[in-house]
């Protein structure tokens, strides 16, 4: 799958993946192939293998992916990129400040140099009344603050987060949400998320970046503005159960529905005829019986 954005200068992608395999637990189907300049990259939907290979739970079988012209594999060792996974143990006798300062050690070895950046950390995220509290203490939505702080502690030229807000409540999401936009005031940002339907602050946080690369089952990348992704769709994906799903799909098809066969039985990607609506789908569905499971707009094309 194949996605890319013009360059608009000389400089090197913030974020570029060539002909890119590997394997991991949740391995994609194709290789990749993307490119963005962008200084705030949103990615959406199936990139789990990326972020395996970030945790060292994956291995690169072919292709390169590189952050600003560095391999992947050797960014963050390099300082050039700082990361965040989502939910990574965490030590839970250190105190966050105590933490802060051991991650910043492990990247220079300097102590003094390590308590400027652990204070500058807690002052920037606003985490000064975590500071003596112990990680097996902390919430989840403390715990992704934490892990948004330590991945900008040496002002990396690039922070990459994974699913910062997966999980959390309205007002937690909120709170990330704002630490993720201050994490953005200082680096190059590439963050993943599901794609939200509704208007929400996960919403608003894909919509502050400048580019989003969606991904379904591994399989195919669409990209652009997040004004042109959200801008509505005539694809859906739709799933149903039923005895009728053969004459479920022939129906649909003599209506003008291109239909797609996926993986999963009884799941389709669906491409509506102009001027046609998710009712075209549901209408089908119940003349013959049949259960939907799911039916959601579908970004890729």
């Not at 192939?33 to 060292?56: K, M, N, T």
């Not at 050690?105 to 000064?128: I, K």
């Not at 990348?221 to 769709?233: L, N």
């Amino acid at each position: 799958m194949t996605a890319s954005a013009p360059s608009s200068n000389g400089a090197q992608p913030t974020l570029e993946l060539r002909q890119f395999t590997l394997r991991s637990a949740a391995q994609w189907a194709s290789p990749v192939s993307v490119c963005s300049h962008a200084a705030r990259i949103g990615l959406v939907g199936d990139w789990q293998p990326l972020f395996e290979l970030l945790s060292g739970r994956g291995q690169a079988l072919g292709g390169s992916a590189q952050v600003l012209g560095c391999e992947l594999e050797s960014a963050i060792a390099r300082g050039i990129l700082g990361f965040a996974a989502c939910d990574a143990p965490l030590p839970g006798s250190f105190t966050v400040t105590e933490y802060l300062e051991h991650a910043a050690r492990l990247s220079h070895g300097s102590r003094r140099r390590a308590e400027r950046e652990a204070q500058r950390a807690l002052d920037r995220y606003g985490l000064g009344e975590l500071a003596k509290r112990k990680l097996a203490q902390l919430v989840l939505y403390q715990r992704r603050a934490l892990g948004i702080a330590v991945s900008t502690l040496t002002a990396p030229p690039v922070v990459c987060l994974e699913a910062p807000v997966r999980g959390l409540d309205a007002p937690s999401t909120v709170y990330i949400t704002q630490l993720c936009r201050e994490a953005s005031a200082h680096s190059r940002v590439i963050l993943s998320s599901a794609l939200p339907n509704a208007a929400s602050a996960e919403r608003s946080l894909l919509e502050a970046c400048d580019e989003l690369f969606v991904s379904r089952l591994g399989t195919k990348v669409t990209h652009g503005a997040p004004s042109q992704i959200f801008a509505g769709s005539t694809h859906y994906g739709i799933t149903v159960k039923g005895a009728q799903i053969a004459a479920f799909a022939q129906a649909l098809s003599g209506a003008g529905v291109r239909l797609e066969p996926r993986a999963e039985a009884g799941s389709f990607n669906a491409e509506l005829p102009e001027n046609g609506s998710s009712d075209l789908l549901l209408d089908a569905a119940l003349d013959h019986g049949l259960i939907v499971l799911e039916l959601e707009p579908s970004w890729v094309r």
